[in-house]
């Protein structure tokens, strides 16, 4: 179809004449002209085409006004009513779509819980537009990041035998129904399609490590899943993970390659996104773009997860869950400490073992392991990171104390095997971040197809 994109119309192009598509996303109707606010998804902007009622009788033009409907413009470029912009007079218009009156974004302005009830729709509002225009480019900032800094992408199952977190969170993958016939689980799991029990990955971890012990730098970007029972404004089930993986690298080096990361991707999306974070400053977060701009600018703060809990005791707060080392601190330490302790990014490092994973490195203290989890204000947790435990006994000891099958660590155990060596990752969770730098305040909104406890459309 020969078009011109929307966002290539611009005062460079006044006189000529263009065709256009694009889909209604408001429309005017006055005596002798017809506006119609056109978007064709090139840009956040809409652009306006003017319909000369001496021109377009009443019958021809009204389904073109309809909201949502689909034309075919051709019309001459002019300048606008505003500053700097121009609009499309329409000399011919062709219906390519019609939209039915039942289109159920009209003019009003929609609460968030009901446009998540229609997610096919509500790409089409400029909220939406520009969420997963920063969703894309936020993507594209991540591949470019890694691909620059010398790092290969890498591709881990979706289906896997293990459970990385160990948090048994795993959805099952399965191909048998329901048998009265089979009495056992080991009889049940033999029928079953791998022969073995198999689930949806929670984390390309376990599988990186391996890619990065011959690679040395790699990352992986995909999807994970956790059947958490969790109905939280920041949990989803399905949600996209970037997870680098790097050899020779202890702790302290994966936290200022997570800091310089951060800090490239969001300076990436100000100069990008400009329109889009515009948009959100102005409808959902005040300051956004200063909040943003300060991140790439200032020093991330660190404290330990000790420390953190004596800031936490003396905040005199009252939290309903309880601060006591050991604990894992809840969203409200988190915010309290992002939001009104430290106002910014902070990484909190050195965990008590018992509350992290079986794989990262335990600290000489015996109490602690060689992690960080970090948090931002309005959001809490967007990374979990850690150096990898490389002992082998030390490994084997914590797989067999914490009860899992043995089995299904093989390969992760022949790791520290052959060639072990200091190595650390991380996994930044893609919609934790497009919430902060969005403003969304719900993770439900930052995908386009929501997975959550009791909701899947
Ligand atoms: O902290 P997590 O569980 O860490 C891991 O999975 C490690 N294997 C990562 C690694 O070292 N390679 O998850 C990492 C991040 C979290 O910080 C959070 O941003 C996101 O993934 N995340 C979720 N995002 C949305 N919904 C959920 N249910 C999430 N669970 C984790
Ligand atoms: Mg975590």
């Known amino acids: 179809m020969q078009r011109v994109e929307l966002k290539d119309i611009t005062s460079g192009l006044v006189g000529t004449t263009v065709t256009v598509c694009g889909w209604v996303r408001t429309s005017r109707d006055s005596k002798n002209v017809a506006f119609v606010e056109l978007n064709d998804g090139s840009e956040l902007n809409h652009t306006q085409i003017v319909f000369d009622k001496a021109a377009f009788d009443d019958k021809t033009l009204s389904p073109l006004l309809a909201l949502g409907a689909a034309l075919k413009v051709t019309g001459t470029v002019e300048r606008g009513m505003k500053e700097e912009s121009v609009e499309i007079r329409a000399t011919a218009a062709e219906l390519l779509g019609a939209s039915d009156p039942s289109y159920p974004l009209q003019k009003k302005r929609h609460t968030m819980e009901y446009l998540r009830t229609i997610p096919h729709l509500r790409v089409r509002t400029n909220t939406f537009n520009a969420v997963f225009r920063v969703r894309s480019e936020l993507s594209y900032a991540i591949h470019e990041y890694f691909h620059k800094n010398g790092y290969y992408y890498v591709h881990s199952p979706i289906i896997t035998g293990s459970d990385c977190e160990g948090a048994g969170e795993v959805f099952k993958v399965t191909t048998v129904g329901f048998d009265p016939s089979v009495k056992t689980e080991a009889d049940y799991n033999a029928k079953d399609f791998f022969g073995r029990p198999a689930g949806l990955t929670v984390s390309g971890q376990l599988e990186g490590e391996t890619m990065a012990m011959a690679l040395g730098k790699i990352y992986t970007f995909g999807p994970t899943f956790r059947a958490e029972n969790s109905n939280t404004p920041r949990h989803a089930a399905e949600f996209w993970q970037v997870e680098p993986e790097v050899a020779f690298c202890d702790i302290n080096d994966i936290i200022e390659i997570a800091t310089d990361m951060i800090k490239n991707i969001i300076g990436h999306l100000l100069a990008e996104c400009r329109a889009e974070l515009e948009f959100f400053d102005a409808r959902f977060e005040k300051g956004l773009i200063d909040k943003l701009r300060n991140v790439v600018e200032s020093e991330f703060a660190r404290v330990d997860y000790a420390d953190a809990i004596e800031i936490l005791k003396k905040s005199g707060k009252q939290f309903v869950y309880p601060v006591e080392w050991g604990l894992d601190l809840q969203t409200e330490h988190e915010r309290y400490l992002t939001d009104e302790y430290f106002k910014r990014p902070v990484f909190v490092v050195n965990y008590p073992k018992k ?103």
Do not use: W
């Not at 990374?383 to 490994?395: A, Q």
């Not at 969770?429 to 009791?454: F, Q, W």
């Open 355 to 457: 509350i992290k994973s079986f794989y990262m490195k335990q600290n000489p203290d015996g109490k602690t392991v060689a992690a960080t989890d970090l948090l931002v204000p309005g959001v809490g947790e967007i990374i979990g990171c850690s150096e990898r435990e490389n002992d082998y006994d030390k490994l084997l000891a914590e797989i067999q104390s914490r009860g899992m099958k043995l089995s299904d660590y093989e390969g992760y155990l022949d790791l520290r095997k052959y060639g072990s060596v200091p190595h650390s990752g991380f996994g930044l969770g893609l919609e934790r971040i497009l919430m902060y730098v969005t403003g969304m305040s719900n993770i439900r909104d930052t995908i386009e197809y929501p997975r959550t406890k009791d909701e899947l459309r």
